[in-house]
């Protein structure tokens, strides 16, 4: 959803700089221990044991609310709206087998080619994947599917910005570990990443997964929101989403939350979202390719939203539910889409030729008769048709004589 910056839109993101910096000039911050600059330590003040005045300004940076008089109260940020807020951590928990990873891919490439993702606009821009679960053909097979899902290859993927960070084959891919004292500090690997991000400077930043890069004690509150902090800091100031993918515990599978570890987790972070298998009340599954993603925590939207999926041919594809605004008009017309290709197989099997002209056998016209159409119109179904000549999933066969041509639709490539 990016877009040109309009004059007033430039002007109100010039006040918000005033404003930061009035901030700033009224006290310093903290220094960032990413600069290389050492932090004071509110635990340890100087040798006199008092604190500076300068000391002060840094471990609290105080400012005046009147620092806000003038300025448009900021809009919320979405990466995508209800589910992933912008310039912060999101937790992505799910089972190992899931499709998690998939998830979060699909999420990378819809990102960066400012495709919907499961049918929901998202904020278009760079990516960086860390992936330290998967190896290099392993990424290559799933994204493979995923750019094949949308009728593209990976030459369109040139210049739009997507990064890998292929880790699963380092001994180590710890971003934190715990010092002598016992609190959680960055590993040189931290440092790298940040690095990168200040080179890319990304709209989404996806680690998989957080057991494979955070070398705490997962149930240790404090260092679930050390983590979590520092995480947050760069993403706040360089304005890029951090989505995190987890494991729940044994106790969040039991209890259907997704958790894991300690509950600082979910208290550190403003979205929480669960993505798991949908089971019955035996605790079977019904259809073993449908997926739910739930928000368990969203501090900025609804809590409860749902969103249910279908594993097909590499992808997850939403299913759309009447009713349901989260599904949109993009699931709609997947959906639509769906109908139509299965319909026209079926004709063609039964050897009942369509036409994409308007006539007895008009297709869209023929299909909102049958049944097998699942009650779509012939309207909904026409617009599905004339995007799937567009993606070049359907084509148009020509028989007969010259004189008496006959135009028949048939799936591309055959």
């Given at each position: 959803m990016t877009h040109d910056l309009s004059l007033d839109e430039a002007d109100d993101l010039d006040r918000r700089e005033r404003l930061r910096s009035s901030a700033q000039g009224r006290s310093k911050p903290e220094a960032d221990p990413r600069s290389g600059a050492a932090p004071i330590d509110a635990r340890h003040p100087d040798s006199s044991g008092e604190l500076?005045?300068?000391?002060?300004?840094?471990?609290?940076?105080?400012?005046?609310?009147?620092?806000?008089?003038?300025?448009?109260?900021?809009?919320?940020?979405?990466?995508?709206?209800?589910?992933?807020?912008?310039?912060?951590?999101?937790?992505?928990?799910?089972?190992?087998?899931?499709?998690?990873?998939?998830?979060?891919?699909?999420?990378?490439?819809?990102?960066?080619?400012?495709?919907?993702?499961?049918?929901?606009?998202?904020?278009?821009?760079?990516?960086?994947?860390?992936?330290?679960?998967?190896?290099?053909?392993?990424?290559?097979?799933?994204?493979?599917?995923?750019?094949?899902?949308?009728?593209?290859?990976?030459?369109?993927?040139?210049?739009?910005?997507?990064?890998?960070?292929?880790?699963?084959?380092?001994?180590?891919?710890?971003?934190?570990?715990?010092?002598?004292?016992?609190?959680?500090?960055?590993?040189?690997?931290?440092?790298?990443?940040?690095?990168?991000?200040?080179?890319?400077?990304?709209?989404?930043?996806?680690?998989?997964?957080?057991?494979?890069?955070?070398?705490?004690?997962?149930?240790?509150?404090?260092?679930?929101?050390?983590?979590?902090?520092?995480?947050?800091?760069?993403?706040?100031?360089?304005?890029?989403?951090?989505?995190?993918?987890?494991?729940?515990?044994?106790?969040?599978?039991?209890?259907?939350?997704?958790?894991s570890g300690s509950l600082g987790w979910g208290n550190s972070v403003r979205s929480r979202l669960y993505f798991e298998r949908v089971k019955g009340e035996d605790g079977g599954e019904a259809d073993p390719d449908v997926r739910r993603l739930a928000t368990m925590k969203a501090n900025y939207a609804q809590k409860g939203l749902e969103l249910r999926v279908r594993w097909q041919r590499g992808v997850f594809v939403p299913i759309p539910v009447q009713g349901t605004a989260a599904y949109g008009a993009q699931a709609a017309a997947d959906h639509a889409e769906e109908v139509f290709l299965r319909m026209l197989t079926t004709y063609i099997a039964e050897k009942r030729d369509v036409s994409h002209n308007p006539s007895r056998t008009f297709a869209p016209a023929v299909f909102a008769k049958d049944h097998r159409a699942e009650g779509l119109k012939s309207a909904t179904l026409k617009q599905a048709m004339d995007r799937l000549f567009e993606k070049r999933k359907i084509a148009v066969h020509v028989g007969g004589s010259p004189s008496r041509p006959r135009h028949r639709i048939v799936l591309a490539g055959t």
């Open positions: 500076t005045a300068d000391d002060i300004a840094r471990l609290a940076p105080m400012l005046d609310a009147s620092v806000f008089d003038g300025v448009e109260v900021p809009a919320r940020e979405w990466h995508v709206e209800s589910y992933i807020p912008r310039k912060t951590v999101t937790i992505l928990s799910g089972d190992g087998g899931t499709g998690k990873s998939t998830l979060a891919m699909q999420l990378a490439v819809c990102t960066v080619l400012g495709r919907p993702w499961l049918g929901m606009p998202v904020e278009k821009g760079p990516v960086i994947y860390v992936a330290a679960e998967d190896d290099l053909d392993e990424l290559h097979r799933r994204f493979a599917a995923i750019v094949d899902d949308l009728s593209l290859n990976f030459s369109h993927l040139v210049g739009a910005g997507l990064q890998i960070i292929p880790l699963a084959e380092c001994e180590d891919a710890l971003l934190a570990v715990p010092n002598k004292a016992g609190n959680l500090e960055p590993t040189p690997r931290f440092h790298a990443l940040m690095k990168r991000v200040e080179m890319v400077r990304p709209s989404l930043l996806a680690l998989d997964t957080k057991a494979d890069l955070f070398g705490g004690d997962e149930i240790r509150r404090a260092h679930a929101r050390q983590f979590i902090g520092l995480l947050r800091s760069p993403s706040i100031r360089l304005q890029y989403t951090t989505l995190l993918l987890d494991h729940p515990s044994a106790s969040g599978l039991a209890r259907g939350t997704g958790d």
